[in-house]
């Protein structure tokens, strides 16, 4: 990684300087420590207005990342699993820059199929034994009743 760009895909590389990051304290148990330290890492990098985009790549990452960001178009991310500041902003830089990458990837096209020969026989076969089961309940019940 080099010190400024962090690589998303080989057309995209995003400056460090476009995220910004807010930092808390972590919830859960603990001892003294944990009451003091703020190790909780919250990323944000404003997808609306960022220079390093084109106009598609913002407009794939708005749709369908659309559950992680805000009304004005800035998208969070949240750590806290590890026990340091330095090792939740690490994680979370890498999850940010996986969660763009699979976000600009491109959908393979879906191609229509048609169920083969063998499988619609199958599925009629089926049908044939189901119908003779309930035949073979219906003629034996008017047995009974008469």
Request: aromatic share 2%.
């Amino acid at each position: 990684m080099t010190d400024d760009l962090l690589p998303i895909n080989h057309r995209l590389a995003i400056p460090l300087s476009e995220l910004s990051f807010r930092y808390a304290r972590s919830g859960g148990p603990g001892g003294q420590h944990v009451q003091r330290t703020e190790t909780k890492v919250e990323l944000l990098f404003d997808v609306a207005r960022s220079p390093s985009l084109s106009e598609e790549q913002r407009q794939l990452i708005l749709t369908r990342l659309a559950g992680r960001i805000d009304s004005e178009g800035v998208l969070h991310l949240t750590s806290q699993a590890g026990r340091s500041q330095a090792e939740n902003r690490a994680e979370v830089i890498e999850r940010f820059r996986r969660l763009l990458a699979a976000a600009l990837q491109p959908r393979k096209p879906r191609r229509p199929t048609r169920p083969s020969q063998a499988a619609r026989e199958r599925r009629l076969a089926h049908k044939r034994r189901r119908s003779q089961v309930k035949h073979m309940r219906r003629t034996s019940r008017l047995g009974d009743l008469e």
